[in-house]
């Protein structure tokens, strides 16, 4: 059963943002709530797609195993952030693991009615075109990030893109444990804690815990790029 609440949020997700009450409760009409545990899995790789999500509160981490079980960190999903879209139109089985990284509250919305608003809502439509495409174009980065960049620009730009425009002196707030997000940047944990040691030796950053401050994000920007 959604609450007011949930309703609030998901009006805040970019997907959802252009949809009016009606609209929006037509297309709820069939969605539904649930809550995990922090590491509680949602759904496994080849598992049948029926349903993608919208993260209300926490945050969800999708991954894959290697043959010998290690984990690769796919994508880090924050709440107000949708996931699994891409089967709407695929269908088949999710191509990923998906699990929590903190307690989370989630909407699972179903592949057929969605499918079925979609085709009476052209806005609906491009909205789900966009939100795509925007995980597509950031997914080709990753891939141009692994294969060119060290590991001091791939952290560095992961701080610069958590930052967005705050410009000097933003903080940010790791949304996940430093090996999740090493795993996500395809680098080793303590590779990940000595790029960070050595931006903070060059007060290029101020690290306490899982908040970082960038006090001049323009000479980050430089570090990185003078760093190819």
Same mark, same amino acid.
Not at 78 to 107: C, K, M, N
Not at 129 to 156: C, K, P
């Given at each position: 059963?959604? =609450?007011?609440?949930?309703?609030? !949020?998901?009006? =805040? ?14 297309? @709820?009409?069939?969605?539904?709530? @649930?809550? !995990? ?17 919208? /993260?209300?509160? +926490? ?42 990284? *903190? ?11 969605? /499918? ?16 795509? *495409?925007?995980?597509? %174009?950031? !997914? ?14 791939? /952290? ?10 705050? +410009? ?5 707030? @790791?949304?996940?444990?430093? %090996? ?15 790029? !960070? ?6 007060? @290029? ?24």
């Amino acid at each position: 059963m959604l =609450k007011d609440i949930d309703l609030q !949020l998901l009006r =805040k997700a970019p997907l959802f943002s252009s949809l009016g009450p009606q609209e929006l409760g037509q297309l @709820l009409d069939s969605a539904s709530a @649930l809550s !995990l545990q922090a590491g509680e899995q949602l759904f496994a790789e080849g598992e049948p797609a029926q349903a993608f999500y919208v /993260v209300i509160e +926490g945050s969800m981490r999708l991954y894959k195993l290697s043959a010998e079980g290690n984990e690769k960190v796919i994508e880090l999903i924050q709440a107000g952030e949708t996931f699994a879209e891409a089967v709407v139109f695929l269908g088949g089985r999710y191509p990923v693991h998906a699990a929590a990284l *903190s307690p989370a509250r989630l909407i699972r919305i179903d592949n057929t009615e969605f /499918v079925r608003a979609l085709r009476s809502n052209n806005n609906l439509a491009m909205k789900m075109l966009a939100s795509i *495409s925007m995980r597509l %174009h950031q !997914l080709v980065n990753d891939v141009r990030a692994l294969s060119l960049e060290s590991a001091g620009q791939r /952290v560095a730009g992961y701080l610069l893109e958590l930052a967005g425009e705050a +410009g000097a002196g933003s903080e940010v707030l @790791l949304p996940a444990q430093k %090996h999740v997000i090493a795993s996500r940047l395809g680098i080793k944990p303590e590779t990940f804690s000595r790029v !960070l040691t050595g931006l903070r030796e060059q007060n @290029l950053i101020d690290l306490e815990g899982q908040h970082i401050r960038l006090p001049d994000a323009a000479a980050l920007r430089r570090w990185r790029d003078n760093h190819r």
